[in-house]
């Protein structure tokens, strides 16, 4: 009998107001289809790109304290086609303080001990981690 594969969805997110402008972040984790874990964080005044990286950090951070044993794989959806391809090597990264966040969230990747797939998503297809975002912007979380 096939063992059933075990998937961690992960949804993040990061914008600013203005570019550079007022920033947030935000991850939503679903595990079996269900919101597992959501965070938020302010970042203050930087540009779209870090708080994109910033919220694939927190989450991959989120991830490193589970036990992923369970676990065959996670799916880590952005709407940032620039890190994306960044992250899947597609595109170099040539900004110094991008690339410092790239690496970053490069070995946290590593670090997991689980297949990861990075996945370009539309927003629309993001709207929860975005909610999220723009909520800690609203100042109403």
């Known amino acids: 009998m096939d063992r059933e594969v075990k998937i961690i969805q992960v949804f993040s997110d990061g914008g600013s107001r203005g570019n550079p402008g007022m920033a947030a972040c935000a991850f939503v984790v679903f595990v079996n289809n269900v919101i597992f874990h959501q965070e938020s964080k302010y970042l203050g005044f930087t540009t779209n ?20 044993s369970d ?21 170099k990264v040539k900004n110094q303080k991008l690339k410092i966040l790239y690496e970053k969230a490069i070995n946290l990747i590593n670090n997991l001990g689980v297949k990861v797939q990075i996945i370009h998503i539309p927003r629309s297809k993001n ?12 100042g109403i979380i």
């Open 127 to 138: 709207f929860l981690s975005d909610k999220l975002v723009n909520a800690r912007l609203d």
């Open 71 to 91: 676990y065959q794989q996670i799916n880590i959806h952005l709407d940032s086609e620039l890190i994306v391809n960044q992250l899947n090597g597609k595109y």
């Open 49 to 68: 790109n870090d708080a994109e990286y910033q919220g694939l950090i927190m989450a991959l951070n989120f991830l490193n304290t589970l036990d992923l």
